[in-house]
């Protein structure tokens, strides 16, 4: 489930909301014929608690794959990611707790690779919780995080330095992207790196569809509250006045395209007031909230190629679920 948040809650009342913006992309994708909400806003200090709930319930299986691949799998990752003795730069892109990186911190440290862990998150809280933690596990890392956009912390890495790089993008994030915008988003990540530097991404692969389902719809309801905060984070923070009972949680998964959409359902007609515009639902209009694209291995190596890299090695957890794959630049 994705991962970027962007500066919120600054607009102007008498001005035409500014694109980019959080109440400027919100009233943009609302305004729409197939109404949407851009998932990067998920992620506010609620919303940062309910996904760390979800990862943890029993149909959320993407996390424990790829934990296992990091837990049990680390020092195969070190053979194909890194080279002894060279001072490197680990960028790790939405960063989150870093629960599954901190394997392979903790084999990099012990190995004493020479890195400087670099990691990017929009939320100032996510990043300010993580510097705490590793610096008390890990007295000798050397940490400096990015608070922002993910393009903008490598443009920043890449203007202050020239170590090689290996970036991070774990957690099947690159799934909250359609396959077009995948493509588009590694070829922009290419463009701040120089010939021989690594990536790792992280791909939920293609699976029996019922188990797919079910992590996106789970019985305890914590998607639904997941999305349901999407509309709280609104009212409290661009004025707005959703009223939860009239909308309902609903996923659907294409197990032929590999795509699984998220959507909160209208229930009744019914308006919503921003300050300076009104937004019109019918009864069983939808908004839809995110998409969740799994993969063919096939799909990653064509990606890997059309965006500047060549496929190195992957690495899977025990039932074939989930795949890590990394590439080089060229």
């Given at each position: 489930?994705?991962?970027?948040?962007?500066?919120?809650?600054?607009?102007?009342?008498?001005?035409?909301?500014?694109?980019?913006?959080?109440?400027?992309?919100?009233?943009?994708?609302?305004?729409?014929?197939?109404?949407?909400?851009?998932?990067?806003?998920?992620?506010?200090?609620?919303?940062?608690?309910?996904?760390?709930?979800?990862?943890?319930?029993?149909?959320?299986?993407?996390?424990?794959?790829?934990?296992?691949?990091?837990?049990?799998?680390?020092?195969?990752?070190?053979?194909?990611?890194?080279?002894?003795?060279?001072?490197?730069?680990?960028?790790?892109?939405?960063?989150?707790?870093?629960?599954?990186?901190?394997?392979?911190?903790?084999?990099?440290?012990?190995?004493?690779?020479?890195?400087?862990?670099?990691?990017?998150?929009?939320?100032?809280?996510?990043?300010?919780?993580?510097?705490?933690?590793?610096?008390?596990?890990?007295?000798?890392?050397?940490?400096?995080?990015?608070?922002?956009?993910?393009?903008?912390?490598?443009?920043?890495?890449?203007?202050?330095?020239?170590?090689?790089?290996?970036?991070?993008?774990?957690?099947?994030?690159?799934?909250?992207?359609?396959?077009?915008?995948?493509?588009?988003?590694?070829?922009?990540?290419?463009?701040?790196?120089?010939?021989?530097?690594?990536?790792?991404?992280?791909?939920?692969?293609?699976?029996?569809?019922?188990?797919v389902q079910a992590a996106?719809?789970?019985?305890?309801?914590?998607?639904?509250?997941?999305n349901m905060n999407l509309?709280?984070?609104?009212?409290?923070?661009?004025?707005?006045?959703?009223?939860?009972?009239?909308?309902?949680?609903?996923?659907?998964?294409?197990?032929?395209?590999?795509?699984?959409?998220?959507?909160?359902?209208?229930?009744?007609?019914?308006?919503?007031?921003?300050?300076?515009?009104?937004?019109?639902?019918?009864?069983?209009?939808?908004?839809?909230?995110?998409?969740?694209?799994?993969?063919?291995?096939?799909?990653?190596?064509?990606?890997?190629?059309?965006?500047?890299?060549?496929p190195v090695h992957a690495?899977?957890?025990?039932?074939?679920?989930?795949?890590?794959?990394?590439?080089?630049?060229?």
């Amino acid at each position: 489930m994705y991962m970027r948040k962007e500066e919120v809650g600054r607009y102007d009342v008498d001005h035409h909301p500014k694109a980019g913006t959080f109440y400027g992309d919100v009233l943009a994708g609302l305004s729409k014929d197939q109404k949407s909400l851009p998932a990067k806003y998920f992620y506010d200090a609620a919303g940062d608690a309910l996904f760390q709930q979800i990862m943890r319930c029993p149909e959320y299986y993407l996390t424990r794959c790829e934990e296992e691949i990091f837990k049990l799998k680390t020092r195969e990752l070190l053979r194909y990611l890194f080279k002894d003795g060279e001072a490197f730069d680990l960028i790790e892109l939405g960063a989150g707790d870093a629960s599954k990186t901190q394997y392979l911190l903790a084999e990099l440290l012990a190995q004493e690779f020479p890195f400087t862990y670099r990691p990017i998150d929009i939320s100032g809280h996510i990043i300010e919780q993580l510097e705490e933690r590793l610096k008390a596990e890990f007295p000798k890392i050397a940490i400096s995080s990015f608070q922002g956009d993910y393009f903008q912390g490598l443009a920043d890495i890449q203007r202050t330095g020239n170590n090689p790089k290996v970036v991070l993008f774990l957690g099947a994030n690159i799934g909250n992207m359609s396959r077009d915008e995948a493509k588009l988003f590694c070829m922009n990540m290419r463009t701040f790196l120089d010939a021989g530097d690594r990536a790792l991404i992280g791909f939920d692969l293609m699976k029996n569809p019922r188990i797919v389902q079910a992590a996106y719809d789970d019985s305890a309801g914590l998607t639904r509250q997941f999305n349901m905060n999407l509309l709280h984070r609104m009212n409290h923070e661009l004025g707005a006045d959703f009223m939860e009972d009239l909308f309902e949680h609903y996923c659907q998964y294409d197990p032929l395209q590999g795509a699984c959409n998220s959507y909160l359902v209208s229930i009744l007609d019914h308006t919503v007031h921003f300050p300076n515009k009104d937004i019109a639902f019918a009864s069983g209009e939808v908004i839809h909230m995110e998409v969740s694209q799994k993969y063919r291995f096939e799909d990653t190596q064509a990606l890997a190629e059309e965006a500047g890299f060549r496929p190195v090695h992957a690495v899977y957890d025990r039932r074939g679920w989930f795949v890590d794959v990394i590439w080089e630049a060229f």
